[in-house]
């Protein structure tokens, strides 16, 4: 992967939020990256780069993510992300829909723009939304993806310590090394220490208990998207088993498992994904 240039802007949003927006150009209709949780929008730039012959890319960084700030208030559900979402496409696009490519909560967050402003999105490729079914009694502080994200180590000496030790293991190793290195460059910031994470473990955390706030599963029928949901192999209790169930909600879904992928297949498989991604989405070959 070569380095691609962007234009970075700062967008308000609610809960006085800062948003940063990287527009990196190309020909054809506009295209915006939704980000997965933990992650930042330059972690995709490998997909990014397969774009950019196709659509005008837009990548951005969600609240608490990247180099966008957190909220003022302490985050219970992610009806704020969709809502960031919604101002990133209304300032790139103001009047005409653009297509999305999402992943994971960034998927999430697509389908809720969806409901709350049909305008704002023409299609959507979804990697592994997560709109599970609800499940009764669930103590979202119990699972292991919240406990894990609390733990997470944040500080490193430099950016070489980190890149170890997140290729050494799962689940960042299955990422190429281009993604890897765009995770913990641009996701990463300076102190006295060596590097920290810019989305730190606890706001994670809360992202990952928020996940179960809001019941998008039940209101999937009424939300007239036309997208594509991928997924890859799947794995009991994990995002890509209920994928296909989510694609048979929605009205408008059509549904690709990719059986050689995990739910890192948009890290570990860029340039598969974006060329799917883009004959689905429209964009000129």
């Known amino acids: 992967m070569s380095v691609l240039a962007a234009r970075t802007s700062i967008i308000e949003g609610s809960d006085g939020v800062t948003l940063a927006v990287y527009d990196f150009g190309g020909a054809g209709d506009t295209l915006v990256v ?62 005409t829909p653009v297509r999305v490519f999402g992943h994971s909560m960034g998927a999430a967050a697509t389908v809720m723009l969806a409901e709350i402003d049909p305008g704002a999105v023409a299609n959507a490729v979804l990697f592994e939304p997560i709109t599970p079914p609800p499940l009764s009694g669930l ?34 190793s299955v990422m190429t090394p281009s993604t890897l290195r765009a995770y913990v460059e641009f996701g990463t910031r300076p102190t006295d220490e060596g590097v920290e994470l810019r989305c730190r473990p606890d706001f994670e955390g809360d992202v990952f208990v928020g996940a179960h706030a809001l019941d998008v599963w039940s209101r999937l029928e009424g939300i007239p998207l036309p997208c594509l949901v991928l997924a890859g192999a799947d794995e009991e209790a994990q995002p890509s088993s209920f994928a296909g169930p989510v694609a048979d909600r929605l009205p408008h879904a059509q549904f690709r498992r990719l059986e050689h992928q995990t739910h890192f ?21």
């Open 34 to 95: 939704s980000h997965a949780t933990g992650f930042h929008g330059r972690c995709y730039l490998d997909m990014i780069g397969s774009f950019l012959e196709r659509f005008r890319v837009i990548t951005f960084d969600y609240r608490g993510h990247g180099s966008s700030s957190e909220p003022n208030t302490r985050l219970r559900d992610w009806s704020g992300f969709a809502d960031d979402l919604r101002r990133v496409c209304r300032h790139v696009s103001p009047d």
């Open 139 to 172: 103590d979202p502080e119990s699972l292991p993806i919240v406990m894990g994200a609390r733990r997470r180590r944040a500080v490193f000496p430099d950016v070489a310590s980190a890149i170890d030790n997140y290729g050494s293991k799962p689940p960042l």
């Open 265 to 285: 297949g948009p890290f570990s498989h860029p340039d598969e994904v974006a060329d799917i991604a883009a004959e689905y989405l429209g964009g000129a070959p």
